[in-house]
T-cell receptor
Framework: GIQVEQSPPDLILQEGANSTLRCNFS?????LQWFHQNPWGQLINLFY???GTKQNGRLSATTVATERYSLLYISSSQTTDSGVYFC?????????FGAGTRLTVKP | KAGVTQTPRYLIKTRGQQVTLSCSPI?????VSWYQQTPGQGLQFLFE???????NKGNFPGRFSGRQFSNSRSEMNVSTLELGDSALYLC?????????????FGPGTRLTVL
């Protein structure tokens, strides 16, 4: 089956810093999404981005489907950005998640 | 608008029992998806329902089933519970299915199987 790998697994930043999270996948996919799970467990859908680039405030995402990767950019990070970021790909009527990147933003 | 609600929030069962979890989507949303989250396997997709029909299904045994009612509320059922079914079960709703509509997640039901 398809493999979804996220890097880095852990990331510690100082408030105000920028970061790039990566998601690699091993096969062609129907769609790709990014999610954020905050420290209290609430999951939030950030982007639906099977290809191209989208921006929402300080967050933006780019998916290059032909090269099988997606990037999530976080600029001017805030402590509220802490949590785990997951990418998920749609594949054969299934959805596969990566293991996540745990982001800690320190004040 | 009320968010996605899941009941119950916590549940303790013993092996061999069955359990039913409920999810009420945001008003007007017709798609409901279910996910399982465990420390070992991470987040896994269970199934997606749209207009009372299952559209997609993840790689789970037949003990896991679900349904959606005409008011878009959804239930999932796990029969013959195993220890490994202990997990946080999340549901999410969206306007339409399988597309760019944002999914909104409920707080989850934490199931413990003893």
């Amino acid at each position: 089956g398809i493999q979804v790998e996220q890097s880095p697994p852990d990331l510690i930043l100082q408030e105000g810093a920028n970061s790039t999270l990566r998601c690699n996948f091993s096969d062609s996919v129907n769609n790709l999404q990014w999610f954020h799970q905050n420290p209290w467990g609430q999951l939030i859908n950030l982007f639906y981005i099977p290809s191209g680039t989208k921006q929402n405030g300080r967050l933006s995402a780019t998916t290059v489907a032909t090269e099988r990767y997606s990037l999530l950019y976080i600029s001017s990070s805030q402590t509220t950005d802490s949590g785990v970021y997951f990418c998920a790909v749609g594949y054969n009527n299934d959805m596969r998640f990566g293991a996540g990147t745990r982001l800690t933003v320190k004040p | 608008k009320a968010g996605v609600t899941q009941t119950p929030r916590y549940l303790i069962k013993t092996r061999g029992q069955q359990v039913t979890l409920s999810c009420s989507p945001i008003s007007g949303h017709r798609s409901v998806s279910w996910y399982q989250q465990t420390p070992g396997q991470g987040l896994q997709f269970l199934f997606e329902y749209f207009s009372e029909t299952q559209r997609n299904k993840g790689n789970f045994p037949g003990r896991f089933s679900g349904r959606q009612f005409s008011n878009s509320r959804s239930e999932m059922n796990v029969s013959t519970l195993e220890l490994g079914d202990s997990a946080l079960y999340l549901c999410a709703s969206s306007l339409e299915a399988g597309g760019p509509d944002t999914q909104y997640f409920g707080p989850g039901t934490r199931l413990t199987v003893l």
